[in-house]
T-cell receptor
Framework: KQEVTQIPAALSVPEGENLVLNCSFTDSAIYNLQWFRQDPGKGLTSLLLIQSSQREQTSGRLNASLDKSSGRSTLYIAASQPGDSATYLCAVSRGVKTSGSRLTFGEGTQLTVNP | GAGVSQTPSNKVTEKGKYVELRCDPISGHTALYWYRQSLGQGPEFLIYFQGTGAADDSGLPNDRFFAVRPEGSVSTLKIQRTERGDSAVYLC???????????FGQGTRLTVV
């Protein structure tokens, strides 16, 4: 059974700092990995999708890397801003025919960026 | 539509009642997923539809939970004889095909009192 772990559970940083969120998964047979952002009381916003054949993806100040063999992904946020405060969730998909893009999620990292 | 739409956004019901939660996926998306998220946890998979059929319902916790997608678009999650432990946010997601990016709705917050 796939298990996804995110470290740290919570993180508080001053504005402008670069930071790294970590995600690990136990079964390396994944199809892709997605990072999401969730604001309080809201749904999930997709940030980055990395296919299993890729090593990283970038979008603006965000960079996500994937090391499938070691079961790890990191989300790097450059020059953090108060507006980045949210919970960040990592999820992996096995992608088999019967389960489509069924995602297994970590419990998230709650990020607070202080002005 | 422009995004995944879920209604209602909030639902309060009494223990033992029946509820229906609706999901309207992105137009043209053939894959639809339901997840349940408890406070402080990541979402947990409930059921996956490919078109009209439930391809994987292994995440449904018991037979009080049922979901349909009769025309391959809108889906309804049905919960019978609700219990206080069913209180959670129910999230719906859709994707254009197997293995592609999933887009989530805003969720329905269900509270069973």
């Amino acid at each position: 059974k796939q298990e996804v772990t995110q470290i740290p559970a919570a993180l508080s940083v001053p504005e402008g700092e670069n930071l790294v969120l970590n995600c690990s998964f136990t079964d390396s047979a994944i199809y892709n990995l997605q990072w999401f952002r969730q604001d309080p009381g809201k749904g999930l916003t997709s940030l980055l999708l990395i296919q299993s054949s890729q090593r990283e993806q970038t979008s603006g100040r965000l960079n996500a890397s994937l090391d499938k063999s070691s079961g790890r992904s990191t989300l790097y946020i450059a020059a953090s801003q108060p507006g980045d405060s949210a919970t960040y969730l990592c999820a992996v998909s096995r992608g088999v025919k019967t389960s489509g893009s069924r995602l297994t999620f970590g419990e998230g990292t709650q990020l607070t960026v202080n002005p | 539509g422009a995004g995944v739409s879920q209604t209602p956004s909030n639902k309060v019901t009494e223990k033992g009642k029946y509820v229906e939660l609706r999901c309207d996926p992105i137009s043209g998306h053939t894959a639809l997923y339901w997840y349940r998220q408890s406070l402080g946890q990541g979402p947990e998979f409930l059921i996956y539809f490919q078109g009209t059929g439930a391809a994987d319902d292994s995440g449904l916790p018991n037979d009080r939970f049922f979901a349909v997608r009769p025309e391959g678009s809108v889906s309804t999650l049905k919960i019978q004889r609700t219990e206080r432990g069913d209180s959670a946010v129910y999230l719906c997601a859709s994707s254009s095909n197997r293995g592609t990016e999933a887009f989530f709705g805003q969720g329905t917050r269900l509270t069973v009192v």
